[in-house]
Every structure is written in C-alpha cells, then in structure tokens.
C-alpha cells in the first residue's frame, strides 16, 4: 500500500532551471495539495485541487504551477527556480469535503542555487 | 532579520509523564481543527482532529480539547513515550475558505527516557 508518492526525495537545482515535482495517489481521493515548510515553520499551502481538471491558488502559489489532468497525479511546477523555493515540499490528499485528514508524502527537498 | 519561526518552542518531558501542547488559533469561523505529528524526516500524520461544536474529543492516549472562548485548542498525551517524540502541528479547517487547513507554527515534543 503506497498512499502518497513524491519524487524526487531530494534535488538540487541551478537558479533559473524548471524542475517538476511529483506526486500520485492511489487511494482515489479527490483532494490533492501542496504544501511547503521551511525551517522551523509550519506547511503553507501552494495550490489545491479539489477533483480531477480543477485546481486553486494556496496561500504562496506566485512561482508555481500545478496540473491535475487524472484523480492519481498533481505534479508541482516551478518555472524558472529561484533560492527562496529552497524548501521542503509535501503533497498530500484528501477525501473533498472531509473534516481535514491530510495523508502527506514523505516530502521532496529541493535546493536552489 | 531573522524569523522567529526558526525557533520551534519545545517542550521537554520525562518518559511516563503526561503531556500538554497548546495551540492559538485565529479564524472563529473555522469548522474543524486537527492535530499533526512530524517525526523527522517524514511528512506529517493526522493524530485526532474536534468539530468546533465540540469541546473535548478523546483517542487512544490523546485528548484534544478546544476553547472557543479565547480561541484555543490543546493536546494532551498521557504516559508520553519516546516515540511520541516529534513535532506537533495545530490546523483550521475553514470550510467558508475551500476547504483548506492554514497550520501553526509547531512544537517539537522531546521525550527524555
């Protein structure tokens, strides 16, 4: 039972470089989310989609991307990286409309330089 | 100058005892409030969440308890174990804002043996 993956565990990135980040589900929530916590901070929401084909703009969603073409996958984008995207990344899903249970990712640490 | 959200607040307790995480919160409106646990390096997993018609909600070895009157919620852990050491996380679910949890800062649970 693997519940939420994210990929890559870990990356270093250039300045300037696109990196997509990755996440698929298979427990067929329709809720996925982005988060990212950075150091000794709590998680601060990126971008949402509540089903398949929609998606919304978190909390700090300028610099990012995200698609949700099937229920299973939500890639995160980043454009053209900058240092301030240095951070930890969690993606995590949801049953829509539920009380608030998150199952996270184990998260992808990205660092930009 | 530097965040103060780089300074996780600690709290340090003897294996056996009981413990008690505290937590502010600021929406009146929100409709549900969660509490995560943060092992190292992993993403974090819900522990017991309380509707916000509620004051008191017990699981197995934890009790959430909320007061609305000064916008507080509380977790207690009792006969806290060494695994219970991680970082603990308080979040709203504020249903008239999407259905999106905005989490605290946290506080890093150290249990000493």
């Known amino acids: 039972i693997a519940g939420i993956t994210q990929a890559p565990t870990s990356q270093i990135l250039a300045a300037g470089r696109r990196m997509t980040l990755r996440c698929t589900q298979d427990m067929r929530h329709n809720a996925m989310y982005w988060y990212r916590q950075d150091l000794g901070l709590g998680l601060r929401l990126i971008h949402y989609s509540n089903t398949a084909g929609t998606t919304g703009k978190g909390e700090v969603p300028d610099g990012y991307s995200v698609s949700r073409a099937n229920t299973d996958d939500f890639p995160l984008t980043l454009a053209s990286a900058v240092p301030s995207q240095t951070s930890v990344y969690f993606c995590?899903?949801?049953?829509?409309?539920?009380?608030?249970?998150?199952?996270f990712g184990e998260g992808s640490r990205l660092t930009v330089l | 100058g530097e965040s103060v959200g780089l300074h996780l607040p600690t709290l340090s307790v003897q294996e056996g005892d009981n413990s008690i995480i505290n937590c502010a919160y600021s929406?009146?409106?929100?409709?549900?409030f969660i509490w995560y646990k943060q092992e190292s390096g992993k993403g974090p997993q819900f522990i017991i969440d309380?509707?916000?018609?509620?004051d008191k909600r017990q699981g197995q070895r934890v009790t959430v308890l909320l007061n609305k009157t000064v916008k507080h919620l509380s977790l207690q852990i009792a006969a806290t174990q060494p695994g219970d050491s991680a970082v603990y996380f308080c979040?709203?679910?504020?249903?008239?804002?999407?259905?999106?949890?905005?989490f605290g800062g946290g506080t890093r649970l150290m249990v000493k043996p």
């Open positions: 995590a899903s949801a049953v829509a409309g539920g009380t608030g249970e998150l199952f």
């Open positions: 309380i509707r916000s018609n509620m």
């Open positions: 979040a709203e679910n504020r249903h008239n804002a999407g259905n999106m949890l905005t």
């Open positions: 929406n009146s409106a929100s409709d549900y």
